[in-house]
C-alpha cells in the first residue's frame, strides 16, 4: 500500500514539531525515518497510525484519505520499542489478540485463529515459544513477538517505532538482518524511526532523513551517503572531515587534489568522507599532516591525522584504510604524511 503525506504540521503549544510535511512512500517499500531527538519522526509516525492528530495535512493509503479515521480503521500494524506484551499472556494468546477482539463478523475461527498464530510464529522462528510468557522471553524474542503481533491482523502498513533501541549491540544487529528479510518475504509497506544511522542505512530501502520538523533529504541508504543534499545530512550520516577554505590556502587544497573553483567564497567548505582520503608517508619533513593514532575497527582502520593550519592552531583529519594497506605503509605516531582526496562535496 502506497502513503501519501500532504502538508502535514503539528505543534506542541509554541512548539513546532512538524513543518509541511509532503511525503510519498512507494509500495513494499522499508523507510526509515532518521533523525536527531526531538526532530519528530516518532510524532510523524504516530499522524500515521492514527494515534496522534496532525494540525493541518492529510494522509491519504493507496489514495483513500485516512486522514480522519480512528487508529482502529485505518488498517495499520503498530510495534513500539517496549514491545508493550502482555505479560498475563502466552506468546500464543498475545499474537492472536488482534484476531480475538475483531468484530463477530470478521471475527475468524478459533481454529483458523491457532492456525494463523503458529504459522506467524514459525514466521518470525519462535513457535517453540509458544506456552511461554513475555517475561520468560529476552529482549530480541519478545521484539519479534509483538512484530508477529502486529502482523496478525494483516496491516497493509506496518509501523515500528525505534524497534530495537531497547535491545544489546549483538541482538540489534541479528534483528536488523533478520527483520530485513522478513519485509522481502511479506512485502509490506514499513516505516521504521531511528536515530541509528547505521540502523537505517543497513535495513531500508528508503532513507528519509529529518531535523527540526522538516524533512531535509529523502532517497536510497547510497544517494544519501554519497550525495548529501546539504551540510546537515553531510554530518549526521557518516563521519565526515571539514576543510574550511578560510583557514587552508588554495596551493594545498590543489596540493591534496581538491580543486577550488573561482567563483568560490571564503565561506565554503568541503566535506571528505575518511576513506575518501589517501594517505602516504611523506619525504617533506615540512608536511603540516603527522600520524597521530589509530584504532582497530575489524577490517578496517581508522588513522587520526594532526592537520596545522597557516595560523599554527591544529586540526585532528580522520582517514580510513584497509588494515593490509596500513601494514603496508609502517607508519608510526608522528610521521609526516601526506594526504591525497579522492572525493569531497563543497558546501556554501
Known amino acids: 500500500m502506497s502513503i501519501l503525506l500532504s502538508n502535514i504540521s503539528k505543534n506542541f503549544g509554541q512548539f513546532s514539531a512538524l513543518h509541511d510535511i509532503d511525503l510519498v512512500i512507494p509500495e513494499g ?3 526509515a525515518l532518521l533523525g536527531p531527538s526531538g526532530c519528530g519522526k516518532t510524532t510523524l509516525l504516530r499522524i500515521i497510525a492514527g494515534l496522534e492528530q496532525a494540525d493541518k495535512g492529510r494522509i491519504l493509503l493507496n489514495g483513500d484519505d485516512k486522514t480522519d479515521l480512528h487508529v482502529s480503521q485505518r488498517g495499520i500494524g503498530f510495534v513500539f520499542q517496549h514491545y508493550a506484551l502482555f505479560r498475563h499472556m502466552t506468546v500464543f494468546d498475545n499474537v492472536a489478540f488482534g484476531m480475538r477482539v475483531k468484530d463477530k463478523k470478521y ?7 491457532a492456525k494463523k498464530t503458529h504459522a506467524l510464529l514459525e514466521l518470525v522462528q519462535l513457535d517453540w515459544l509458544h506456552d511461554r510468557f513475555p517475561d520468560q522471553l529476552s529482549g530480541g524474542q519478545r521484539q519479534r513477538i509483538a512484530l508477529a503481533r502486529a502482523l496478525a491482523v494483516e496491516p497493509s502498513v506496518l509501523l515500528l517505532d525505534e524497534p530495537f533501541g531497547a535491545l544489546d549491540a549483538s ?7 533478520w527483520l530485513r528479510n522478513l ?3 511479506l512485502n509490506v509497506t514499513s516505516i521504521f524511526v531511528t536515530h541509528d544511522q547505521e540502523e537505517a542505512m543497513e535495513v531500508a530501502s528508503q532513507v528519509v532523513v529529518l531535523n ?9 541508504p547510497a544517494e ?35 580543486q577550488v573553483a573561482e567563483e568560490s567564497t571564503p565561506d565554503w567548505v568541503a566535506h571528505v568522507r575518511p576513506h575518501d582520503i589517501e594517505i602516504s608517508k611523506s619525504t617533506n619533513d615540512n608536511s603540516p599532516v603527522t600520524l597521530k593514532d589509530w584504532q582497530h575497527l575489524g577490517a578496517l582502520i581508522r588513522i587520526e591525522l594532526t592537520k ?8 585532528i583529519v580522520y582517514a580510513e584504510m584497509p588494515n593490509e594497506q596500513f601494514k603496508r605503509l609502517q607508519l608510526n605516531r608522528g610521521d609526516k604524511v601526506d594526504l591525497r ?7 556554501h
Open 29 to 31: 517499500e522499508l523507510v
Open 107 to 113: 471475527r475468524p475461527s478459533e481454529t483458523d485463529i
Open 171 to 177: 541482538v540489534r544487529k541479528d534483528l536488523r538482518q
Open 183 to 185: 519485509h522481502h518475504e
Open 212 to 220: 527540526k520538523g522538516r524533512i531535509e533529504q529523502q532517497g536510497s
Open 224 to 258: 544519501i551517503y554519497d550525495h548529501p543534499a546539504n551540510v546537515f545530512v553531510s554530518k549526521f550520516i557518516g563521519q565526515t572531515n571539514e576543510f574550511e577554505l578560510s583557514h587552508h590556502t588554495t596551493d594545498w587544497f590543489e596540493h591534496i587534489g581538491l
Open 308 to 315: 596545522f593550519l597557516p595560523n599554527g592552531s591544529p586540526k
Open 341 to 347: 582526496i579522492r572525493h569531497a562535496h563543497w558546501f
